[in-house]
């Protein structure tokens, strides 16, 4: 049963998605190309409700279902970051698609890509294999 919350949840999440135009290409074209607001509104409000999110989260000491306290751990500054954001963002360019959307994207029938989420798979398995030697 837990499964079909999954299911319907990434369903309507991925239909809000393509009703939103979120997962064009076009749309991401012309947000790299800086043609269109759009894009860039999407992402700046998703920024400013996970900002709120996680103040209201620390604020009122939000737990989660089971009971257990949410603790949001501060990052330390790490090259890797800047490094992983330059090429996450040089494969975004290149595919139209970051992987947030792929399977919107196939269940849309864009079967092309298909070449981008086994690329996404591949290169998470390559991450895994390499960790190690990667500076972190």
Do not use: D
């Not at 790299?32 to 992402?43: E, L």
């Not at 709120?52 to 949410?70: A, M, R, W, Y």
């Amino acid at each position: 049963m837990k499964i079909l919350n999954y299911f319907f949840s990434g369903s309507a999440f991925g239909f809000v998605l393509v009703k939103a135009e979120v997962i064009s290409w076009f749309r991401i074209q012309e947000m790299f190309r800086f043609q269109s607001f759009q894009m860039y509104g999407v992402i700046g409000s998703a920024l400013l409700v996970a900002m709120l999110s996680v103040f209201l989260i620390n604020k009122f000491k939000v737990k989660t279902i089971s009971g257990e306290e949410i603790k949001i751990e501060p990052k330390k500054f790490n090259w890797g970051y800047v490094y992983g954001g330059i090429i996450f963002g040089f494969g975004w360019a290149m595919t139209g698609a970051c992987p947030g959307p792929l399977y919107a994207l196939m269940g849309s029938g864009v079967l092309v890509i298909a070449v981008v989420l086994l690329s996404a798979v591949l290169g998470t398995y390559c991450y895994g294999v390499f960790k190690e030697r990667l500076p972190h």
